[in-house]
């Protein structure tokens, strides 16, 4: 008598370095970047998320998480939900928490 065996594979994640986002989770609010020249950024579901523009300011909306540009001290800002703050810097990249980050009350 032989044994079967079964396989199951599963997409991979997908990588943030080849542009894509490994989405954890969305939520109805969204994290808002303003960019220098006009327009905005803006994204709803967790990640990270490369940016690589200049922005004015940061709004967090119902997440948590931070915005990496080399204008702040540490290289990235943390912000909890609601959050908003200037940046004046281009903006390396976003990342949203899935869950609240463990910075935030």
């Known amino acids: 008598m032989g044994m079967a065996t079964a396989m199951?594979?599963?997409p991979a994640p997908a990588s943030a370095a080849s542009g894509n986002v490994g989405i954890m989770g969305c939520q109805s609010t969204s994290a808002v970047l303003t960019y220098t020249s006009?327009?905005?950024?803006?994204?709803?579901?967790?990640?990270?998320?490369?940016v690589g523009r200049s922005a004015t300011k940061f709004s967090a909306g119902g997440w948590s998480g931070y915005v990496t540009y080399p204008a702040?001290?540490?290289?990235?800002?943390?912000?909890?939900?609601?959050q908003s703050f200037n940046i004046g810097s281009t903006v390396t990249s976003v990342t949203l928490y899935a869950t609240k980050a463990p910075w935030c009350p």
């Open 8 to 10: 199951v594979l599963a």
């Open 38 to 50: 006009g327009g905005t950024w803006s994204r709803n579901c967790s990640g990270t998320y490369q």
């Open 72 to 82: 702040w001290p540490d290289g990235h800002r943390e912000f909890c939900d609601f």
